[in-house]
């Protein structure tokens, strides 16, 4: 008798007791824990349904065909050609997946970009919302607090400033002039008590100061870094890269934080808002962009602002930490809102065209400093947004502006070198030429002044009589000549440099490249 389901005679017969058909006992076995039931009726089965049958042994005769050469070969031809079929079979099946996946690929790809119109869409819609939402209580108001502005107007009052001059804007409210005002007057009364804190670096430290480390933040391909920024608080290093991207650095672990990307073209100018996770960046793509931390801790992009139609050189945040400043080539500056990324007024000299490559609030927020490719540098009235000073003198265009803390001096750096200027004289009291300098910065105490050129130098501030000396001078180590930024960390108890190549430089005293524990 043969099994039921190979037709051969089984080795080790077994039959059901219900359906009381013959089977080879693995194949039924195998069968009923895959199925469950009999192959042939169908019926419910367990493996107690089957009973083995005691026979004798048995002995397959050679297939005729495999008892000589000529049909061992037959058998291997028909093997072969079943093999060749079902590797066909299995090609053809191949084919149709890689069909089958790229089409769903290809709806894949097109259902991303819908998702990022939508969503950039949607951004779009939030900005006018909140613009309409404050044109409505503003528009009257706004009118009546800028009326009769004589040496600064804004652009859009003129309406032939660039594609965005037709723009509305609401002007500088009573509301923000008070608010400004009022910090003016805080941040006055704190400085007249102020005194320089006793964690300060000394000028014996300054002067031992060497390069502590060296992190390549930036791509190869596209080396130089244009701007920096220090978060005093966290010891955060933001860096801006001719590559388009910007890093924050934590230096006291050396590790990147994240890496923004977004803008175009090289990024100008990067500015931390205080102690909150936000952070400006300008670039030569004639954008601004305001950055938030996220849940991952990675940083987004809130809001891109394009009210300027040329390269944007500049961000300077307000004392506020609620307003800040864009100056551009277009020939305006920009005060923005940064809750919504509105621009309340875009501000150009009617008297002569000059294009803004510099920008810094006055620490008390009411004074504007800007620089130029024409090689003046203005003094703005934040309030009536009017052109109270300007500074001549300079040779090329004013590459960097900085306030001391004092609240009286103000640096510029340019071509022909650095000018320090007397705010309340108006005047030129000194110069130091250092061909091609880059920046200039002073630290938060006011009591060092950093120039960056060819090299770097460290100076103690004094006053307009007396004498400023050289504490240090510290080489440019990339080996491209130009150093391009210089920034005092927390106390000065390091200084951080940029130059051309793509590495972030730290100096400070040997064996204090950790944490700093007074920071």
Known sequence: MNCAISGEVPEEPVVSTKSGLLYEKRLIERHISDYGKCPVTGEPHTIDDIVPIKTGKIVKPKPLHTASIPGLLGTFQTEWDSLMLS????????????????????????????????KKERDEARQLLAEAERQLPAASEAATANAGLSNGKRAAD?????????????GISAEVITELTDCNASLSQQRKKRQIPPTLASIDALEKFTQLSSHPLHKTNKPGIYSMDILHSKDVIATGGIDTTAVLFDRSSGQILSTLTGHSKKVTSIKFVGDTDLVLTASSDKTVRIWGSSEDGNYACRH???????????????????YFVSASLDSTW????????????????DSEKVDYTAAAFHPDGLILGTGTAQSIVKIWDV?????????????????????????????????????????????????????????????HSGSYLGIAASDIRVFQTASVKAEWNPIKTLPDLSGTGKATCVKFGPDAKYVAVGSMDRNLRIFGLPGDDATEEDS
């Not at 920009?334 to 000299?349: I, N």
């Open 158 to 170: 003129h309406g032939e400033q660039g594609p965005d001059a037709k723009k509305m804007r609401l």
């Open 383 to 443: 309030k009536s947004q009017a052109n109270v000073a300007k500074f001549g003198g300079h040779t090329g265009e004013i590459k960097s502006v900085s306030f001391s803390e004092n609240g009286y001096f103000l640096a510029t750096a340019a071509l022909d070198g650095v000018r320090l200027w007397d705010l309340r004289k108006l005047k030129n009291f000194r110069t130091f030429e250092f061909p091609d300098a880059n920046s200039v910065e002073f630290d």
């Open 87 to 118: 590797n066909f079979a299995l090609e053809q099946q191949l084919h149709t997946a890689r069909q089958e996946l790229s089409h769903a690929l290809y709806q894949h790809d097109a259902a991303c970009r819908v998702i990022a119109r939508l």
């Open 304 to 322: 891109t602002l394009k009210d300027h139609s040329a390269e944007v050189r500049a961000v300077t945040v307000h004392s506020t930490n609620k």
């Open 334 to 349: 920009c005060f923005y809102d940064l809750s919504s990324g509105l621009c309340l007024a875009q501000v150009t000299d």
